[in-house]
């Protein structure tokens, strides 16, 4: 009886070593385990993979267009200004007007475009996560 209570003790001994605590809640897990059982979490570094990373770049690249876009048509809403206040072609369209369409225009086109880039943003953190191919 005690014999083998003393030989389960012994055989338990290399399990407990071989085991580590998982990170996020703290339960034994075995050291290569890459998922933890109890709360499902990974243990590893990981990555939403190639679709993921690419939808990040096409919102990072969105946004930058959104950007230059704006820019663009702040200048050109500068030349437009400049011949307004040049030839008056109609007494109703002042400057003053022309800078409340262009800045109606560029705050559009950057609201739509930044919402574009975090509805993509979003969908490359919906991609599910899987253990790094690299270390
Ligand atoms: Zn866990």
Redesign the pocket.
């Known amino acids: 009886m005690l014999a083998t209570a003393f030989t389960a003790r012994s055989s338990k001994e290399p399990l407990v070593s071989i085991e580590r605590s998982?990170p996020?809640?703290c339960?034994q897990?075995p050291r290569e385990a890459k998922k933890?059982h109890?709360?499902a979490?990974w243990v590893v570094g990981t990555s939403g993979g190639v679709a993921a990373a690419t939808l990040w770049l096409l919102a990072l690249g969105w946004a930058a267009l959104t950007v230059l876009a704006s820019a663009g048509l702040w200048s050109i809403g500068q030349g437009v200004m400049r011949w307004v206040w040049m030839h008056s072609v109609d007494p109703a369209i002042t400057p003053q007007v022309v800078t409340l369409l262009l800045y109606a225009a560029i705050a559009a086109v950057l609201l739509k475009g930044l919402m574009v880039s975090v509805g993509l943003a979003l969908l490359a953190r919906l991609a599910p996560r899987r253990p790094r191919w690299w270390s």
């Open positions: 998982c996020y809640c339960s897990i933890c109890a709360c979490e």
